[in-house]
């Protein structure tokens, strides 16, 4: 069964440092998306991706964050100079569809800390 | 504004009692509501969304407008079912999920 990958699976950065987290969505699907969880938080959205721009973002998607879809397979959440608060598992999702039908296929997660 | 509430963080009960994950909802249209759970060591995945009407592993769950619950049910428990569990919103012309801060379920032996 296909399925949503990351990587890397842990990244430990310094703060003030770029860093770029690696997704590749299920090769069919046409919504990507990036979501994270601090730790003992819940799973916050952060900006939803189709048609190659970013349809909806949420507040904490600041100028620091970034996504692209370089190569029409990886789909990338770029920070550009980390925060300790950065610290947080992200979470690369793909549907089919926005709505509807479209159920959120999760990858594993990318445990992100900030030092 | 929309929100979900789980009240609780940890649930825990014995194998073959009847489980009810409680979920309540914040949001003035239509939304979808889903059940994520996520196993040790896995990734999160769909239980199941109000609209399917279906029950999965056993569980179930019913939307109530009135109340603005969807709360997630059992009959019996199996210690296979021990997870986190995320309720989730999804409303209006976005197409991203609303999550619930989760409810740990642990069903002992």
């Known amino acids: 069964e296909p399925e949503v990958t990351q990587t890397p699976s842990h990244q430990v950065t310094q703060m003030g440092q770029e860093v770029i987290l690696r997704c590749v969505p299920i090769s069919n699907h046409l919504y990507f998306y990036w979501y994270r969880q601090i730790l003992g938080q819940k799973v916050e959205f952060l900006v939803s991706f189709y048609n190659n721009e970013i349809s909806e973002k949420s507040e904490i998607f600041d100028d620091q964050f970034s996504v692209e879809r370089p190569d029409g397979s990886n789909f990338t959440l770029k920070i550009r100079s980390t925060k300790l608060e950065d610290s947080a598992m992200y979470f690369c999702?793909?549907?089919?569809?926005?709505?509807?039908?479209?159920?959120?296929?999760f990858g594993e997660g990318s445990r992100l800390t900030v030092l | 504004a929309q929100r979900v509430t789980q009240p609780e963080k940890l649930l825990s009960v014995f194998k073959g009692a009847p489980v009810e994950l409680k979920c309540n909802y914040s949001y003035s249209g239509s939304p979808e509501l889903f059940w994520y759970v996520q196993y040790s060591r896995q990734r999160l995945q769909l239980l199941l969304r109000?609209?399917s009407r279906e029950s999965i592993k056993g569980f179930t769950a019913d939307l109530n407008k009135g109340e603005t619950s969807f709360h997630l049910k059992k009959p019996f428990a199996q210690e296979e079912d021990s997870a986190m569990y995320y309720c989730a919103l999804r409303g209006g012309a976005t197409n991203k999920l609303i999550f619930g801060t989760g409810t740990l379920l642990a069903v002992q032996p």
């Open positions: 999702a793909s549907s089919k569809a926005g709505r509807n039908t479209g159920e959120l296929f």
């Open positions: 109000h609209i």
